[in-house]
């Protein structure tokens, strides 16, 4: 059996481990929580969970940090659909040469929307607007030089005009380097939790009684409770050249695959790859397979040290189909 066929082997049960379950779709809210927000990552396709060392995977597997032995920050950015901004921040700080903690926030917001009733349909003059955010606090392990775990616990809230829900979620992943040429492995599963509903002043309402005498009666109503868009996520990355030929100073080519069953949604495959130059120029490319509207991505980066410090700029672009292009670009900086 060549290389290939052993990868191959390896990954593929990966993505039967799920039934399909397309039939959920709309049936999960916090639908921010599953757009990617790395321009790195994004670059590539998504294929990224079996990556490591950089800061702006958190959200994707948390183990990724486990490598990361300084004190570091990322700070992403998407222009979403819709006129709509996600924005990402994320640092990291090691506590000793096994464990990291990461404090990470993601918020997404709409802008100002204007307020249209049927009777003004061209606008009221008042304006409302729509905002997701996520804290997340991640502590790693590394329980060897070849194998991490970590988990993230994350405050999430969404809010749409004076309506609002929150609560927690869970992260859990793993990281392991095989030492098969190169060949590394990541397993991570996302927002798992307990349903949410909405609560705020909009809902409260007062019943007159029927009786002059009797008190106004003051209730709230109820919203139907949604779930959380729970997802796993197997993944596997090696570079090319010391897979099948042999390890080059000079140039990489990193190929990853990643296949992604979220709860609401048909199993899907993320397929992405990277090129560098001598650590320091970047060219990316992935594509999204068994998707609607998701397709074709590329990016490029550069990774320079400036003072002993470590500095990344990376800029992507994904395809959304009918609903355009979506751009991200992102800095993180890493002391020596």
Same mark, same amino acid.
Do not use: C, F, N
């Given at each position: 059996m060549n290389n290939f066929s052993k990868l191959f082997v390896v990954l593929f049960p990966v993505g039967l481990l799920f039934p399909q379950s397309f039939q959920n779709a709309g049936s999960t809210g916090l639908q921010f929580l599953k757009i990617g927000m790395s321009a790195r990552g994004e670059g590539m396709g998504g294929a990224v969970a079996s990556l490591d060392g950089d800061i702006s995977l958190l959200t994707l597997n948390p183990a990724g940090i486990g490598n990361i032995n300084q004190v570091g920050i990322s700070i992403q950015h998407t222009s979403w659909v819709a006129e709509t901004d996600l924005n990402f921040i994320g640092l990291v700080v090691p506590l000793s040469d096994q464990v990291n903690l990461a404090l990470h926030t993601t918020y997404l917001t709409t802008g100002g929307i204007e307020i249209t009733t049927i009777d003004v349909p061209e606008g009221t003059g008042q304006y409302y607007d729509v905002a997701d955010v996520a @804290?997340?606090? *991640?502590?790693? @392990?590394r329980l060897t030089s070849q194998l991490t775990f970590a988990s993230t616990i994350?405050? @999430?809230?969404?809010? @749409?005009?004076?309506?609002?829900?929150?609560? =927690?979620? =869970?992260?859990?992943?793993?990281?392991?380097a095989t030492g098969f040429n190169s060949l590394n492995l990541g397993f991570v599963i996302t927002n798992l939790g307990f349903e949410q509903s909405f609560s705020g002043k909009p809902l409260e309402v007062q019943y007159a009684p029927s009786d002059a005498a009797e008190p106004v009666v003051h209730a709230q109503l109820q919203t139907q409770k949604y779930g959380l868009p729970l997802s796993f996520r197997a993944s596997g990355s090696f570079d090319l050249f010391e897979m099948f030929m042999e390890r080059l100073d000079e140039h990489q080519m990193r190929v990853a695959m990643d296949f992604v069953q979220n709860a609401d949604t048909?199993?899907?495959? =993320? *397929?992405?790859?990277?090129y560098g130059w001598s650590k320091t120029f970047f060219v990316r490319g992935g594509y999204a397979i068994n998707t609607d509207e998701l397709g074709w991505s590329g990016g490029v980066g550069t990774l320079q040290n400036l003072s002993g410090t470590d500095i990344q700029f990376d800029a992507s672009a994904s395809s959304l189909g009918r609903f355009g292009i979506s751009y991200r670009i992102g800095i993180a900086i890493i002391s020596n």
């Open positions: @804290i997340g606090l *991640t502590s790693s @392990i994350k405050y @999430i809230q969404e809010r @749409i005009y004076d309506v609002s829900s929150d609560g =927690l979620s =869970l992260d859990a992943g793993m990281w392991y048909r199993e899907r495959v =993320l *397929t992405g790859m990277e």
